[in-house]
């Protein structure tokens, strides 16, 4: 759990800081796949976080206000990378079904991301929820320390991120569904009627876009997992099962390490075109300047006058001293 958390955070960490060296966040396909990638290594970090509380076990007061703090955000992070995650799909969705991007609306994808799940995450803070358990660790405990079911964290767990995360899972499939059948029926057409030029914005844009793709997808991969394990976790198993637990736990952090890995790859294989160049120039560059180097070098002795053979002319007073002599 702690070493796929760690590699999480090292992979969103090296997929941020490529869009930003490689000045990629000017174009609006990156700063919503950068936003993703913050928010998971915000999640990352959160949950790393619990290693630290090893040292406040000496005061229970401060252990539990630490494990509230944690429990919060790691909620709090993992619905703004949900909702980013819809975000994403509705804006693939309208560009391939109705050829419109709405780069425009990124603020409202920002500000919803960031309050909705404010506004979410808030409640169990209310309630009291958050807390500690030796099975759940630092979040909404389903068990308390006596092995016995608390019902009101098993509701609240399931209606707070199991029953929304099905929902949406549910809203991005089928979106993705669509767009798939959309685009097609589109290139189907296009490349019996009318053949696909490079001049051709919609596509060009929309292989741009098309990377985001990869992120619904991820989710779609690792929270499955997650929600069925929930589910059976706080209502139809008994008994609390910690091995259990901690895979739910895998999954969530391999979801961050799959969306990390996917911006990175994405960046890497879009800028091998541009690297190359920039290669082929470069060492153009060294050869055009050892070739002018080479030439001006053996030009300046074989380029002379036959009788100075490769004497160079004296002073006048140099020359005139040496006659007097």
């Known amino acids: 759990f702690t070493s796929t958390n760690g ?13 930003l060296a490689l000045k990629l966040h000017k174009k609006v396909v990156y700063r919503l796949a950068l936003y993703q990638v913050l928010a998971a290594f915000a999640l990352g970090v959160v949950e790393l976080s619990q290693i630290s509380m090893v040292r406040l076990q000496e005061n229970p007061e401060a252990y539990n206000r630490a494990c ?14 949900l909702i980013f995650t819809v975000w994403v ?29 404010a506004v979410i995450t808030v409640i169990p803070l209310i309630t009291s929820s958050y807390g500690y ?19 009101v964290g098993a ?34 057409w296009r490349s019996k009627y009318e053949p696909i030029t490079e001049n051709d914005q919609y596509w060009n844009a929309l292989k741009q876009l098309f990377p985001l793709a990869t992120f619904p997808i991820v989710f779609f991969l690792f929270i499955i997992p997650v929600v069925i394990y929930d589910i059976y976790y706080s209502f139809l198993t008994p008994t609390p099962n910690r091995n259990l637990t901690l895979s739910s736990h895998v999954f ?19 800028q091998l075109p541009t690297a190359l160049y920039m290669c082929r120039n470069f060492k153009k560059r ?11 070098t053996v030009g ?10 490769t004497s160079f002319p004296l002073p006048a007073d140099s020359l005139r001293t040496s006659i007097d002599e």
């Open 133 to 151: 358990s030796p099975v759940d660790g630092c979040y909404i405990p389903v068990y308390d320390d006596n092995g016995t079911k608390i019902l």
């Open 155 to 188: 509701v609240e767990t399931f209606a707070l991120w199991d029953a929304p995360a099905m929902i949406m899972l549910l809203i991005t499939s089928a979106a993705m569904v669509v767009m798939v059948i959309k685009l097609t029926r589109n290139l189907c």
């Open 68 to 81: 509230i703090a944690i429990a919060f955000f790691g909620m709090y992070s993992q619905w703004v990378k």
């Open 252 to 270: 969530v952090s391999l979801w961050s390490v799959a969306s990390g890995i996917a911006l990175t790859v994405h960046i890497c294989i879009a």
């Open 286 to 296: 060294l050869h055009h300047n050892h070739l002018s180097f080479t030439h001006n």
């Open 300 to 309: 300046s002795q074989t380029d002379l006058p036959a009788n100075s053979a």
């Open 7 to 19: 590699f999480a955070v090292l992979v969103c960490l090296l997929a941020a800081i490529l869009v």
């Open 89 to 117: 799909s509705f804006h693939l969705f309208y560009f391939a079904v109705f050829h419109k991007n709405l780069k425009r609306f990124e603020a409202l994808y920002i500000v919803t991301s960031l309050l909705l799940p």
